[in-house]
């Protein structure tokens, strides 16, 4: 099954669309009317460099206001019409899409546009090309696809069938199922996108506010399914109207794309085995089994400040890499790597963010088919001569650059064999794994990066929140394994001023901002900590004066909180508590969690209070951070 992207859906010169679409993987291309226009070349030269870069036209568009048209309109409408197919043959395009009517003078009536269309498709045949119809959600008479079937039908023409678009479909709330009752032969384009719900008008909506499979809300896959079903083997197009994007790195988009139409061809593969049409075959989502390791890149005095604080949180050194300047830091089962090798790609990412993590080790169900599945969907995969004796364990590139190295049992000698380390580290202050993580990145990546590990895992996305700064807004997105054993937060910084994005600023892009680890008893963690030196976050009184009105929290257990500078949030009875370390190496730290097996958030009414508290401690604006 071939693939192919609209040209309105990224950004940048025709040729840089063109670079950037046949760099990702497309077969083809929509081109839009305007992408030509605004071109030097005339339409055969850009028909050949589209050619030149392996790709096909696959639709031009779009052709509108055309049936029902009163008389004087109707003549001047096939004339439009006759110039556009002069236009289509010089760039070597076959189909037009022709949406449906909105011009205020249109007529309506079925067999009016049924007969208009079929004498289109008598003109279009007569120079080898067909005719393409939309139901535009907005469409002035017609704005359901089962409508616009039916003009088609009667239409009875070999040269024109019907257009399918996803959010048309979606975006009026109609059920997709209706879809498999069409021949699949008279399905002449499907175009995909996906969208937020959000309770707007529909044009603005469609217009502002469309993403990629699997970047929204509506139900996407249902949709191909029924399309598929029907017998439809043409291409599969993005056809993306998105501010965002628009402002975005061609690239960046274009792989994007490519990658949400091979994860959703392979869920419509999985759900609806006897599809007709070829689709990829690719290993399925991966189960995350926890997070095996969190590597810190660091070096000399660094490297001791991240010791000390590690030490203050009750972890040990419990192994040293046979052959690397690598340490190993264990608490329970969670792994910290420090690594302050300068010749490999640990020393890179010290030299470019100074201390950060630089990478990630992810215990999933099978290694192998987790590259597999990355590299079809358009991951770029990372290989680094191991040292003598050093296991090669597979990894690819994260956000910022960083890695992910993905282990499964194959692997679990590594620490034995490399650190001389037992798999289980000691109780120290009773922090058991690794919580979440939470990675800071701009606002305009978050979407590329929550399709990113919505594609490759086993994962649920939660809804996004806003987290207020006392100096802006952040963002935030968690993605979830279904049994909770690995979370991520993406925060969305949309100015340095934040806490979130002075910390991108200060360490030019590093990923992780702060780790969570898990404990059982925060009371005991958090005392076992005070008693080691540990210096948590100070949170004010007023805070806990708060609780105290918000929630039914026993006085002397509310005391214990304040005294031991422990949070507290509730839902649906699912008590969770935290507590932080105070920032440190430019903004980086670390949080105890205490959660309930029901409570699936991450404490977002405490992040205001967090933030603020964090701030304070921040070197005056203007001075420079330590």
């Known amino acids: 099954m071939k693939t192919a992207i609209a040209t309105v859906s990224i950004s940048g010169t025709l040729t840089e669309k063109l670079e950037a679409i046949a760099a990702a993987g497309f077969d083809g291309i929509e081109i839009f009317e305007q992408d030509f226009i605004t071109d030097i070349g005339s339409a055969r030269d850009v028909g050949n460099r589209i050619r030149d870069q392996g790709l096909e036209i696959s639709l031009f568009q779009p052709f509108r206001d055309f049936e029902g048209l009163p008389e004087e309109l109707r003549v001047k409408a096939f004339d439009r019409a006759e110039r556009k197919f002069d236009l289509m043959q010089d760039l070597g395009a076959d189909l037009v899409l022709v949406c449906s009517s909105v011009h205020p003078k249109a007529l309506g009536g079925i067999d009016r546009a049924a007969d208009d269309l079929r004498e289109l498709g008598e003109r279009a045949a007569a120079r080898g090309l067909r005719i393409g119809y939309e139901a535009l959600a907005w469409g002035r008479h017609v704005n359901d696809h089962r409508d616009a079937w039916e003009i088609v039908r009667r239409a009875d023409h070999d040269s024109v069938g019907i257009i399918l678009d996803s959010f048309h479909t979606l975006g009026r709330g109609l059920d997709p199922e209706s879809i498999r009752r069409i021949p699949g032969d008279k399905i002449f384009f499907v175009q995909m996108a996906d969208a937020p719900k959000i309770d707007m008008d529909l044009l603005y909506w469609s217009r502002h506010f469309r993403n990629m499979p699997g970047e929204g809300d509506l139900p996407v896959t249902d949709f191909m399914r029924a399309v598929l079903a029907a017998g439809y083997t043409g291409p599969v197009s993005l056809e993306i109207f998105n501010d965002q994007f628009r402002g975005g790195s061609p690239n960046t988009i274009a792989r994007d794309g490519y990658r949400s139409l091979m994860a959703l061809l392979d869920d419509v593969r999985r759900q609806e085995p006897d599809v007709p049409a070829p689709l990829p075959v690719m290993p399925a989502r991966q189960r995350i089994d926890g997070t095996s390791f969190i590597e ?223 404990t059982e008893d925060i009371f005991a963690s958090a005392e076992a900590l005070a008693s080691a030196g540990f210096d948590p976050l100070p949170i004010p009184g007023n ?6 009105s918000r929630f039914d929290i026993p006085s ?32 980086i730290f670390f949080e105890i969690v ?15 209070f967090r933030i603020a508290a964090q701030k304070r401690l921040a070197p005056a604006k203007g001075m420079p951070r330590i």
């Open 296 to 518: 810190f890149a660091t070096r000399g005095a660094d490297g001791d400040q991240l010791r000390a604080q590690l030490t203050a949180l009750g972890f040990a050194q419990t192994g040293k890499h046979m052959a690397k300047a690598v340490t190993l830091w264990q608490q329970g089962d969670i792994r910290i790597v420090v690594n302050e090798e300068e010749g490999d790609f640990a020393g890179t990412a010290y030299n470019m963010h100074g201390t950060s993590v630089c990478d990630v080790g992810l215990a999933v169900s099978s290694a192998s088919e987790t590259l597999e599945r990355a590299k079809a969907l358009g991951a770029r995969g990372f290989t680094q001569q191991p040292a003598l004796g050093q296991l090669d364990i597979p990894a690819i590139r994260g956000l910022g650059g960083s890695l992910l190295h993905v282990l499964d049992d194959s692997h679990a000698s590594v620490w034995t064999r490399e650190f001389g380390a037992e798999p289980k580290g000691p109780k120290g202050a009773g922090l058991q794994a690794v919580d979440h993580i939470a990675q800071t990145l701009t606002y305009d990546e978050m979407l590329s990066w929550s399709l990113f590990y919505g594609t490759l895992f086993d994962m649920e996305k939660s809804p996004m929140v806003d987290v207020i700064d006392p100096d802006g807004l952040v963002r935030s997105q968690a993605l979830s394994t279904p049994e909770g054993r690995f979370r991520i937060t993406l925060n969305g910084a949309e100015t340095h001023r934040t806490l979130a994005g002075a910390f991108l600023a200060d360490s030019f892009g590093a990923p992780v901002q702060h780790i969570a680890f898990t």
């Open 543 to 548: 805070y806990y004066d708060d609780l105290a």
């Open 556 to 587: 002397e257990k509310l005391a214990r909180m304040k005294t031991l500078q422990i949070l507290y949030d509730a839902e649906d009875g699912q008590e969770f508590f935290q507590s932080y370390s105070r920032p440190f190496q430019g903004g």
């Open 594 to 608: 205490q959660r309930a097996s029901g409570y699936r958030g991450y404490g977002a009414p405490n992040a205001p």
